[in-house]
């Protein structure tokens, strides 16, 4: 214990010295142990592949044909223009039916021969336009799922760092409170009431009771 000097003769005030427990030292042992690199993971994932780009760009003269015949066949101004034709045609040859000048009168066998090349024709072009949104679709489903599997890998990375993240946080904490607890025994052998002070502080942050 040290008496300050005091020039106008007032009594002296005694002035308490100690050494905290933070010096170089201690500020080493803090971290001493803990694993404070975090693990890195690999991000070396294929790049996104956009399937419609892809297969667009891979389309043939062939394929490009089909598709266009499909959309028309599969249409309803395809539909309506075929049931005008059809009722014009049928009306037309019965009327002229009546003056015998039809071209095809009734059964309509001339119709139907027409008919029936249209869908001779029309149906492989269909199937072609299928097979091909089928073989587009299964790509699609295959890239839908290596894009989830990358995106769990990542997920799973995440939760790695963070569970390491919690890990160090937690002994960080453990340490930081040693040595508070540390600091006040040592304050409480110089000064009690300011160690109390501080002990009371320090529970009304944590919300737990202070110790007698």
């Known amino acids: 214990m040290e008496m300050t000097p005091n020039p106008s003769g007032a009594p002296q005030t005694p002035k308490t010295s100690f050494m905290l427990p933070f010096n170089e030292g201690s500020m080493k042992t803090l971290f001493e142990g803990i694993q404070i690199r975090f693990p890195r993971f690999k991000h070396e994932h294929p790049a996104i592949i956009d399937v419609n780009k892809v297969v667009d760009g891979q389309l043939t003269v062939g394929d490009r044909v089909a598709d266009t015949v499909a959309a028309t066949v599969?249409?309803?101004?395809?539909?309506?223009?075929q049931s005008i034709i059809l009722i014009a045609w049928i009306a037309?040859?019965?009327?002229?039916?009546?003056?015998h000048s039809a071209w095809d009168p009734y059964p309509f066998i001339l119709l139907n021969l027409a008919l029936s090349f249209q869908a001779a024709y029309a149906a492989p072009f269909v199937m072609m336009s299928q097979n091909r949104q089928a073989t587009k679709d299964r790509l699609t489903a295959?890239?839908?799922?290596?894009?989830?599997?990358?995106?769990?890998?990542?997920?799973?990375?995440?939760?790695e760092h963070l569970d390491h993240q919690d890990?160090?946080?937690?002994?960080?904490?453990?340490?930081?409170?040693?040595?508070?607890?540390?600091?006040?025994?040592r304050l409480s052998k110089?000064?009690?009431?300011?160690?109390s002070?501080?002990?009371s502080d320090s529970d009304s942050l944590t919300g737990e009771p202070a110790e007698e």
């Open 92 to 99: 037309a040859n019965v009327i002229l039916a009546i003056y």
């Open 74 to 81: 599969g249409s309803w101004p395809f539909i309506i223009t």
């Open 142 to 159: 295959e890239n839908d799922y290596l894009t989830d599997t990358k995106g769990e890998q990542e997920i799973r990375n995440i939760m």
């Open 197 to 199: 002070h501080l002990l």
């Open 167 to 185: 890990v160090v946080i937690v002994q960080m904490l453990e340490r930081i409170e040693a040595h508070h607890q540390q600091l006040l025994l």
């Open 190 to 195: 110089f000064d009690p009431e300011l160690a």
